[in-house]
């Protein structure tokens, strides 16, 4: 199993920028499709960006595209998500796992790390 460690949260004024990085330990990275989810507050958790296991492919919900971008460095056992033009409504605890298929939007795993803090002010 893949433990993970997300980081790069902070207060950020309306289309302003952040870089989230999930850093992912165990020999396996490589092999995983990743995935961005996140929480916002009173709501339920859902899945927000995914790359596939070689970075070659991802995939965005449409509140996001064009504005996030995922990546992945494997010889570092990393993925990262960069946010630009942040809105209010991207305030959120976002997370990352791993998925099954990049196109499979469920974690892989059911434990989670303990997500970094995103708060967009308008």
């Known amino acids: 199993q893949v433990q993970l460690v997300e980081s790069g949260g902070g207060l950020v004024q309306a289309g302003g920028s952040l870089r989230l990085s999930c850093a992912a330990s165990?020999?396996?990275?490589?092999?995983?499709?990743m995935g961005w989810f996140r929480q916002a507050p009173g709501k339920e958790r859902i899945f927000v960006a995914s790359?596939?296991?070689?970075?070659?492919?991802?995939y965005y919900i449409n509140s996001v595209k064009g504005r996030f971008t995922i990546s992945r460095d494997n010889a570092k056992n990393t993925v990262y998500l960069q946010m630009n033009s942040l809105k209010p409504e991207d305030t959120a605890v976002y997370y990352c796992?791993?998925?099954?298929?990049?196109?499979?939007?469920?974690?892989?795993?059911?434990?989670w790390g303990q997500g970094t803090l995103v708060t967009v002010s308008s």
């Open positions: 165990g020999r396996t990275f490589a092999s995983y499709a």
């Open positions: 790359i596939s296991s070689s970075g070659g492919m991802t």
């Open positions: 796992n791993a998925l099954q298929h990049y196109l499979t939007p469920r974690a892989a795993f059911d434990a």
